[in-house]
C-alpha cells in the first residue's frame, strides 16, 4: 500500500526539517548568546568598581560624617550609619552601569522590548534619585527651621513657639513629599489638589497659632505705642506753650502819659 509510506515519508521530512530548523536557530544563537554573557560579565565587574568607587570618593570627601553629625538626631544613629551618602550613592551608580549593560545584552541578543523597558527605567532613576535626596534633606531643613523659629519665638515672647516650629517642620515635610511624588510622576493632580488643602490647613493653624501666642507680646506692643504717643503728644504741647509769646497789657483811652524824669 502505496499511500501509508509517503505519509510516513512526509512525516518523517517534516520532523527533519523542524529539527534542523531548530539546530539551526541554536547554532546561530550561540554567539549572540555568549556577547551578551560576555557584556553581562564585563557590566557586572565595571558596577563593583564604579559602586566602590562612588562609596569611597563620598566617604573622603565627609558626606558620611556630615550626615552623622546633623542627621543622627532627625534619623537616628541606625540610619545615619545603614543607609549613609556614600552607602547608597554607590549601590545607585552600581545598579546604573548594571542596567546600561543589561540593555546592551538585550540588544544584543534581539530582545527589543526588553531593551526598551531597561531604557525606560534609566531615564526614570534621575528622577528617582532626585526625589530620594528632597525627601533625604527636607526633615534636616524642616529640624532647623523649627529650632530657628522656637528660639525666635522664645526670644519675642510667645508663648507656643514650640507649636510653631512644629507646625512650620511640618510644612517643609508636607512640601518635600509633594515635590518628590511630581518629579517620580505618580497622581500629580491628585496630590496637588490635596497639597493645596493641606497648605490652607497649616496656614489656618499657624496664624491661629501666632495669634494666640502673641497676645500679650501685641498686647504691649500696643502698650508702648500707646504710651510713646501720649508723650509725643504732651512734649509738642509743652514746646508749644512755651514759644507763644505773651499777650500785650491794653492801655486806657485819654490816660496822662506819665513823662519821665530828666
Known sequence: MPTPVVTVQNWGDA?????SNVLNMLLSAIPLVIGALVILVIGWILASIGGRVATAALNRLGADRLFR???ENVYGATVTTTWSPSVVSGEVVKWLIRLVFLVAAANTLGLTQVSQLLNQVILWIPNLVVAAVVLLVAPLFGRFLRG??????GEMGFTNGALLGRLAEYAVLAFAVVIAINQI????????TLFVGVVAALSLAFGLAFGLGGRGVAAELTRQWYESSQRRVSQVAETAARTQPAPAQPTMAGAPSRARPK
Not at 15 to 19: G, I, P, Q
Not at 148 to 153: F, H, K, R, V, Y
Request: aromatic share 4%; net charge negative; glycine share 14%.
Open 15 to 19: 520532523v527533519f526539517l523542524a529539527l
Open 69 to 71: 553629625l546633623h542627621g
Open 148 to 153: 530657628l523659629i522656637e528660639t525666635g519665638a
Open 185 to 192: 510622576g505618580i497622581a500629580a493632580n491628585l496630590v496637588n
